[in-house]
Each structure stands twice: as C-alpha cells, then as structure tokens.
C-alpha cells in the first residue's frame, strides 16, 4: 500500500551503507526504518536546536554571544559523556567476539571466501 507520508532520499559513504546493511540483517528490519528510528531518536533534540537557532536569528547581538557560549559549554559536556560512553564501549569490545575487519569492511575470510594461495603459511582444504 503506498504511503503518504513525505520520503527523502540519502546518499552516505559506502561504509556507512555497509554498515547499516549489517545492522539491518542482524535486526531483521529495513535500512530505511533503521534511519527513520535514528531520526525519530533525535527529533526532540533537533526540535530544540531549530527553535534556539530561530530564536537566536533574531536575538541582539549580546544575546547571541550568550547562547554561543552556552551551547559551547553543552557541547563539551555532550562531548565528555559521548566519550566516555565510547570509552565503557571499548572496555566491552575485547569481551566480545571480534568481526573480522579492515577499514570497516569484512575481510575474505569472514566472508567466508578463502585466502589466496599466494599466502605464506595459509593454506585451506579444498
């Protein structure tokens, strides 16, 4: 059934789209609807953002150097606690299995594609 509802589209970097591609079959659920949770995750966020920039389009200048300082102040904040939530990620990653990658992508072998003869040392049953 087609839908009313406004649609866009996206265009990201290949990682990123792997990435997500990832997820999805992992989660069982479309790529669009991962990006559609995401968004609805930081729509009050964002609410809050459009109306501070429109308040602040208009503010005296005074004002505005107000809100510049204290948005600069949240930011570090958010910064620190992001980091710090990267940081207790990070000290759970060893605890988990690994994927096996390079530069964000999944090698041959986690693919399960054999390596190439050529290898030193390497071999495989087939």
């Avoid at 990682?15 to 991962?34: I, V």
């Avoid at 930081?42 to 109306?51: D, G, T």
């Avoid at 510049?68 to 605890?95: A, C």
Wanted: glycine share 8%.
């Amino acid at each position: 059934m087609p839908t009313s509802k406004p649609r866009f589209i996206v265009t990201c970097e290949p990682h990123l789209y792997e990435t997500l591609d990832r997820y999805a079959a992992l989660t069982g659920s479309s790529k669009g609807k991962l990006v559609h949770d995401m968004l609805e995750g930081i729509h009050h966020p964002l609410m809050r953002m459009v109306a501070l920039i429109e308040a602040a389009s208009d503010a005296p200048e005074d004002t505005k150097r107000g809100l510049i300082n204290g948005v600069t102040q949240l930011e570090r904040e958010i910064t620190g606690l992001y980091e710090s939530g990267l940081n207790q990620l990070d000290w759970l990653q060893p605890k988990a299995p690994k994927p096996n990658t390079k530069n964000g992508e999944l090698n041959r072998a986690s693919r399960g594609e054999l390596p190439p003869y050529s290898n030193t040392g390497v071999g495989h049953d087939s």
